[in-house]
């Protein structure tokens, strides 16, 4: 297995004003006091898991010396810049058409650069479940988190029928809800909040992969 990790880092963290600002948004801070920036952790939770030489970043061109200086170990050339943000899926679209040029049969993990996870073995154990699955078919994971209150602010994933254990598939994704209908969600052992996490094979058509983008797109 080919496993390349494509992180997602060129938001400028809005919503985490003031600490967060254009200038310096949120992954290149250190939120948690531990020394290390949120990407930079983002990185270290993929040990094991994928190679330094396999992991890419797509960012914006005025962060990428901010990306080189936190992350020395990531090759020049894998450090992708946006022209103009345009969200999540041409970001995804741009670094897998970068990827397959060269791995055709690469197994891709599409994060967010700003996710804070402290369980990081438990992560681990899933997202080595899910490289394992999209390895040997041509399913496409996405990873959900049990919701511990309701939330408006992010998607839901509603889970169908069981193919493995810890796996389901995917009956629909739920927009931004109303706190009602939150509050219906989370009751439900059925519905799991969106991480932003994805696996993909890079193999799969052009089309499929601009489907999956557009639901990514639309979940955030």
Not at 74 to 92: D, F, G, K, Q
Not at 128 to 155: F, H, N
Not at 188 to 204: G, H
Request: glycine letters at 6%.
């Amino acid at each position: 297995m080919e496993t390349h990790i494509v992180i997602m880092a060129g938001g400028i963290g809005s919503r985490f004003w003031p600490m967060s600002t254009p200038e310096c948004p949120k992954q290149f801070i250190d939120v948690t006091g531990c020394g290390k920036s949120l990407i930079q952790l983002t990185v270290e939770r993929f040990k094991g898991l994928c190679i330094p030489d396999n992991i890419w970043i797509v960012t914006s061109d005025k962060y990428k010396e901010t990306v080189r200086k936190q992350l020395p170990s990531v090759p020049p050339h894998h450090i992708l810049t946006e022209p103009v943000a345009r969200n999540t899926a041409p970001c995804i679209t741009y670094a897998c058409w970068k990827i397959k040029k060269h791995h055709p049969h690469a197994n891709i993990v599409v994060t967010p650069a700003d996710a804070l996870v402290i369980n990081t073995d438990e992560f681990r154990r899933v997202i080595a479940k899910a490289l394992l699955m999209t390895d040997q078919s041509k399913a496409i994971v996405t990873i959900g988190i049990k919701p511990c209150r309701p939330e408006t602010g992010y998607g839901y994933i509603a889970a169908g029928e069981e193919v493995d254990q810890d796996i389901r598939k995917v009956d629909e994704f739920k927009e931004k809800p109303d706190l009602k209908t939150a509050r219906h969600y989370v009751d439900c052992l059925l519905y799991t909040s969106d991480a932003a996490d994805e696996e993909d094979s890079v193999d799969l058509g052009g089309r499929r992969n601009i489907k999956k983008k557009q639901i990514i797109k639309k979940k955030k």
